[in-house]
């Protein structure tokens, strides 16, 4: 089975610090996700990648930025974290381009951010 | 743009009874939709993808309908266990977005009692 793997499961950051969310797959899939998940929001995509060093803004890209330096590896990253960044992150991954599996996704099992 | 709804936001039902779960989208130009199921503090699984051109999908006791023309699908779940217990939601793919964007309701969170 695909599988893909979120570093922390819980965390605690203060408002102001560096905050890195680390996502790894072991099915070289192509395309990776990172979605937020808030009550009565749903998930709403932040960014994605569809190839090592790609990426594209999803919905809510402000106050976010991705690195995708590896194929199996794509890294959230919040430059200065605030509260309204708490929140559960969801890490996904597909294959396939476009009119293929893309839409197969798998998830990781989140993170859930805190931000004092 | 597109918008996905599902109502209710909850639903708590006895064991064995069958059940249906409401999905409802805006803009009837889909490319697929998708149904998943969510585990307190887990990531999401999928269930059952269904075609813009397919009418229906089925998995063991799961069946999922779509119908584009009124922006409706339905995930109908046949005698509901305790282990049903968990969260649905659907997602929806554009047909003009070539990105692989799913666009996701809320969920609706499902308590089969035993």
């Known amino acids: 089975d695909v599988k893909v793997t979120q570093s922390s499961r819980y965390l605690v950051k203060r408002t102001g610090e560096k905050v890195f969310l680390e996502c790894v797959q072991d099915?070289?899939?192509?395309?990776m996700f990172w979605y937020r998940q808030d009550p009565g929001l749903g998930l709403r995509l932040i960014y994605f990648s569809y190839d090592v060093k790609m990426k594209e803004k999803g919905d809510i890209p402000e106050g976010y930025s991705v690195s995708r330096e590896k194929k199996e590896r794509f890294s959230l990253i919040l430059e200065s974290a605030s509260t309204n960044q708490t929140s559960m992150y969801l890490c996904?991954?597909?294959?396939?381009?476009f009119g293929s599996g893309a839409n197969v996704l798998t998830f990781g099992a989140g993170s859930r951010l805190t931000v004092l | 743009k597109q918008e996905v709804t599902q109502i209710p936001a909850a639903l708590s039902v006895p064991e064995g009874e069958n059940l249906v779960l409401n999905c409802s989208f805006t803009?009837?130009?889909?490319?697929?939709l998708q149904w998943f199921r969510q585990d307190p503090g887990k990531g999401l699984t999928s269930l059952l993808l269904?075609?813009?051109?397919?009418r229906e999908q089925t998995s063991g006791r799961l069946n999922a309908s779509l119908d584009k023309s009124s922006g409706r699908s339905t995930l109908y779940i046949a005698a509901s266990q305790p282990g049903d217990s968990a969260t649905y939601l659907c997602a929806v793919r554009l047909s003009m977005d070539s990105s692989y964007k799913l666009i996701f309701g809320s969920g609706t969170r499902l308590l089969v009692r035993p």
């Open positions: 996904a991954s597909s294959w396939g381009t």
């Open positions: 803009d009837s130009a889909i490319y697929n």
């Open positions: 099915m070289d899939h192509e395309n």
């Open positions: 269904i075609q813009s051109s397919q």
